[in-house]
């Protein structure tokens, strides 16, 4: 059989076009059809008039219902005297729910016989324009030739290539037997989407018969990057399931230096239904130790979506008959279509349990650096209203924290707030030019809470827990403002702030003498009953703009523009500490011979909600001082607008500080000062704040204890009265800057749809929310490299000695080729001169339908490497090798 490809006439043979044929099992096909030869010399050239000309093949004496329609882009020849109908050049043929797509088709109306394939491209050399085939609902099934019976439909496909549901069936060949069964010969059923994969797990059907929903194989045998391995199946029966289905999760075998051998990760996948999946694994220790780990994950499309896990763990990391350590730990996500009920919202992030969990259970939490060595967990459950046309919103929520290291729980049960917008009650709508009292504002704020502070982890669940140590509060809000212009420059500004707060109790504390000498015990008790707190404070202010220019007449900078905004205000409040007010009061020790009295002074709302109002009447000035500056640069010769750039220079830089007229001493507050701003070209940000003492302080020596040790007195006397400049207390600078690849290309290429969270479809979102958390599978090897870096330095003065914090951080990866990356994180410590324990490295090989990782911290406590390759297939994703060095197996692990 001889054919013509497009056009340019080069002759191609079937021997040249199809990939990978075998010369016993592909000797019908190789046979030359003679006529098709002679036809194939006889056909007259194609010409432009014959694009797009259709043929329509009507029906035969065979009694066909339908009609074949067929069309060519390059041309059509058609043979009466045989009935054989060519078309070439992106050929299409369609018969009832039977569509062909092919470089060449060849449609034989005697023999009712369609045979369609590929041909070499001339100037590539490469096989182009193979069929792809469709029938009905099924999904498109490409091949390198087909030969297709219109009239009994039955269809013969060389080297297939088709997905089944997450796998795929390629090479070899298949023929169609009726629309529920396929017989296949010598097909791969693999997990990649290739005809022929360099790289593949597959299992190679000599002999089968696909249904629908399954594979009945004969022999069978397995087969890796296209080597044979000597394992095989006389027969077997693969599944190729249109949903998720249940099944067992393979764990991994190993040894524990601690806890003994294990069989780690044996577990069940229960798939419920299409909105929710069940995944239970559980590891268990040769010394009697064990895991147990339950994950459900649930998405309503449109609607919403999250997960719950629950783990618990019991260890035994001591001696044999020592009681074992038990852990749990629950965490929760969940998030709501904004879409789906506009005007409520309703979110979730829980992260609770024991503290010696992540230390504990190395293995649950997948052995994440982040994890082992987190200081604390967090969690938060909020509910959100926003009424329509209205200035008021509500927010409920539930919060969690927890300090590991001194093993406390703080809860919220529950805090409330609500919100009114701020308002102008004598704002005119249809005034134009607004009265001074239209524009004062009066805004609305309730917050609410019931609290639990510092309980510890061992007291969480008694009885007396949520009875004794219950803390509740309210505190309301009202802020009134006016601003309006002056002398066209100033801006002015007044606000009157009242905050009330409410409590079912109080606290009172009173002092007990110790048994030695000298020695007071403060004991603080807590009353039931309401009390109320309100304050109230005042300030009005003036602020407006300075601008300065300094023009360049040579030079490519134009000139430099300075901006300063100084602004000043008189705030006051009153002594709240004033025994009238009743908020605070004095606890007093009782006096013995020889020991004197003690007395301390307190607030009755310490350790509540929203505390209470603060002492010392405060009636001064507040200062503040802002600055940027900025330069005009000349346009390029290449900029066709011919605007002059603006480039900050100084991006702020703030001074700030307070006078209190009603303090007798120390009335100035500190000079705090803070600025930012970024260079090379807005790539890397700079920032730096710090406070300056302006009060000598005074530092003696005194002996205590037989030791020498400092005191520090701080005297009413500024430093430039002794002409020096105001003390330094503390500063802190900070560089951060994340650069990669595309950080210098001038232009941004559109991101593909279905990229990113905006432009995916909702079935990229559904495999989304389903998928496990794997950071291999946000690997992306499309930027060459990446690199983020953060410096810190903190200076810390208090007279009697210094300190000084020096670190740097970096992290990013690098792509070494197209398919190798290599991730970095560490921290070092430059005044110690050594790198952080939790410096780590990973190496990431993408093998196309495999990926390949390998995690390392090469150092440390946590010393240990992971190395896993696994499938991509989302069906087979517990299908993996795994190898890893844990780092309770470290010698110095304790």
Not at 12 to 33: A, E, G, W
Not at 469 to 489: E, S
Not at 766 to 780: E, F, K, T, V
Not at 863 to 879: E, P
């Amino acid at each position: 059989m001889m054919a013509s490809a497009k056009r340019g006439h080069h002759n191609v043979t079937v021997r040249d076009t199809i990939i990978k044929l075998d010369s016993i099992r592909d000797r019908r096909l190789l046979r030359l059809d003679k006529k098709d030869k002679a036809n194939k010399n006889n056909r007259p050239g194609a010409s432009a008039g014959q694009l797009n000309t259709r043929q329509d093949t009507t029906p035969g004496a065979g009694g066909l219902k339908s009609i074949v329609k067929s069309v060519a882009e390059d041309s059509t020849f058609v043979d009466n005297e045989n009935k054989i109908t060519y078309l070439y050049g992106k050929a299409r043929v369609t018969y009832e729910d039977f569509e062909l797509d092919a470089e060449y088709i060849r449609v034989n109306e005697k023999t009712h016989l369609i045979f369609a394939r590929g041909a070499i491209d001339p100037r590539t050399k490469r096989y182009v324009g193979r069929p792809l085939s469709k029938s009905k609902n099924e999904k498109p099934v490409a091949s390198d030739s087909l030969l297709f019976d219109y009239k009994t439909k039955k269809v013969k496909i060389w080297n297939p290539a088709s997905e089944q549901e997450g796998n795929f069936i390629s090479g070899g060949q298949a023929k169609r037997l009726n629309e529920n069964e396929v017989a296949y010969r010598n097909v791969i059923f693999s997990t990649c989407n290739l005809p022929y994969p360099d790289t593949h797990f597959g299992i190679v059907i000599t002999k089968g018969i696909g249904e629908k929903k399954r594979i009945i194989s004969g022999p069978a045998y397995l087969e890796i990057a296209g080597v044979p391995l000597p394992i095989g199946l006389p027969f077997g029966f693969f599944p190729k399931p249109d949903s998720r289905s249940s099944g067992v999760i393979l764990p991994s075998f190993g040894e524990d230096q601690k806890l003994g051998f294990f069989l780690r990760n044996l577990g069940y996948y229960m798939a419920i239904n299409d909105n929710i999946d069940l995944t239970t694994m559980a590891t268990i220790y040769s010394r009697g130790s064990y895991e147990i780990n339950t994950n459900a994950r649930y998405l309503k499309r449109y609607k919403y979506g999250g997960s719950l896990t629950l783990a618990y763990g019991s260890h035994n990391y001591g001696l044999p008959g020592d009681p074992a350590a038990k852990d749990f730990n629950i965490t929760w996500t969940h998030s709501q279509d904004p879409n789906a009920n506009p005007g409520t919202t309703f979110s979730a992030s829980v992260n609770a349990g024991t503290s010696t969990f992540y230390s504990n259970s190395v293995n649950q939490s997948n052995f994440n650096v982040q994890a082992l060595t987190q200081n604390s967990l967090r969690s938060s459950i909020n509910y959100g209203k926003t009424w329509a046309n209205s200035p008021f919103n509500l927010n409920i929520s539930l919060g969690h924290s927890q300090d590991l290291a001194a093993k406390t729980v703080n809860l919220e049960l529950p805090t409330l707030s609500f919100n009114m917008a701020t308002l102008s009650p004598f704002k005119n709508p249809e005034s134009v030019n607004q009265r001074w009292y239209e524009k004062i504002t009066v805004g609305y704020s309730l917050q609410a809470t019931n609290r639990l502070n510092n309980i510890p982890e061992s007291e969480l669940f008694k009885s007396n827990t949520f009875t004794k140590r219950l803390q509740n509060g309210m505190q309301h809000t009202i802020p009134i403002a006016f601003n309006t212009t002056l002398a066209k420059f100033f801006q002015f500004n007044t606000s009157i702030n009242y905050i009330e707060r409410w409590y079912l109790q109080s606290t009172r504390i009173r002092l007990d003498r110790g048994s030695s000498a000298g020695q007071v015990n403060q004991i603080r008790d807590t009353v039931p009953g309401f009390n109320r707190a309100g304050e109230y404070s005042f300030s009005a202010g003036f602020s407006t703009k300075l601008y300065g220019t300094v023009p360049f007449k040579k030079g490519n900078i134009q000139a430099i523009r300075h901006i300063t905004t100084p602004s000043i205000s008189f705030a006051y409040r009153p002594d709240f500490g004033d025994p009238s007010y009743g908020y605070y009061r004095t606890a007093v020790s009782s006096a013995t011979v020889p020991y004197p009295y003690y007395a301390t002074r307190y607030s009755i709302f310490d350790g509540l909600p929203y505390g209470g109002p603060s002492p010392g009447k405060q009636a001064g000035l507040n200062f503040s001082l802002d600055n940027t500056i900025e330069a005009k640069v000349k346009p390029k010769s290449t900029d066709t607008t011919g605007t002059p750039k603006k480039i900050p220079i100084l991006q702020g830089l703030t001074f700030s500080t307070f006078y209190n007229f009603a303090a007798d001493s120390l009335k100035l507050s500190p000079i705090n000062f803070n600025g930012h701003t970024s260079i090379l070209n807005q790539k890397v940000n700079l920032s730096f704040s710090g406070s300056f003492d302006p009060y000598v302080t005074l530092v003696r020596d005194s002996i205590s204890g037989g030791q020498i040790q400092k005191y520090i007195r701080q005297i009413n006397r500024y430093t430039w009265q002794d002409g020096r400049f105001p003390t330094l207390r503390q500063f802190t600078f900070s560089m951060s800057s994340s650069l990669n690849s595309s950080s210098f290309s001038p232009k941004k290429a559109p991101m593909p749809v279905g990229t990113s969270m905006q432009t995916m479809s909702a079935d990229q979102a559904q495999r989304l929310a389903l998928m496990n958390g794997d950071p291999g599978a946000y690997i992306d090897f499309n930027v060459p490299w990446n690199i983020s870096l953060n410096y810190s330095y903190n200076y810390a003065n208090n007279y009697s000695g210094s300190t000084t914090a020096n670190t740097l951080m970096i992290s990013g990866d690098v792509s070494i080729t197209q398919k190798w990356k290599i991730q970095y994180n560490t921290t070092y410590d430059i005044k110690a001169g050594k790198l952080s324990d939790a410096t780590s490295f990973a190496i990431y090989r993408d093998l196309h339908c495999w990926d390949l990782s390998i995690n390392w911290l090469p150092f440390g406590f946590y010393k240990s490497y992971n190395v896993t390759l696994k499938v991509k297939s989302t069906i087979l994703q517990d299908l993996k090798l795994s190898k890893r060095s844990d780092y309770t197996n470290n010698p110095g692990f304790n």
